[in-house]
C-alpha cells in the first residue's frame, strides 16, 4: 500500500496539531473504524456549495457544507454542462 498525502498540510497538520502524516501507515495497521463520507456538490438557492455528509442507517447525517470556490464552481458547471455564471 502506497499512502500519498499534500506535503503543505502534513506540515500545517503537524505545526498545528502535532500529528504527522507520514504516521497514517502505523493507523492503517492496527485496530481501526473507517466511516464512509460522501463530498457533494449541488445547488442551494442557486449557488453552488460542497456538502459532506455520511449515511446513518435511513438517515444523511451532514458533516459540513460550504460555498463552492471558483475551480469548484467551474468543475461544477462543466460536468452539468452547464453556461451560465454562478458568482458564489
Keep these: 500500500m502506497r499512502i500519498t498525502y499534500d506535503p503543505a498540510k502534513r506540515e500545517r497538520t503537524l505545526r498545528e496539531r502535532g500529528l504527522d502524516f507520514a504516521d497514517a501507515a502505523e493507523v492503517l ?3 481501526m473504524l473507517t466511516e464512509e463520507r460522501y463530498v457533494t456538490m449541488g445547488l442551494l438557492r442557486e449557488r453552488v456549495v460542497v456538502m ?3 449515511q446513518r442507517g435511513d438517515d444523511q447525517r451532514i458533516i459540513s457544507m460550504r ?3 471558483e475551480k469548484e464552481r467551474a468543475f461544477f458547471r462543466q460536468q452539468l454542462g452547464e453556461n451560465r455564471r454562478d458568482d458564489g
Aim: aromatic share 12%; net charge negative.
Design 29 to 31: 495497521a492496527g485496530p
Design 52 to 54: 459532506v455528509w455520511t
Design 67 to 69: 460555498l463552492a470556490d
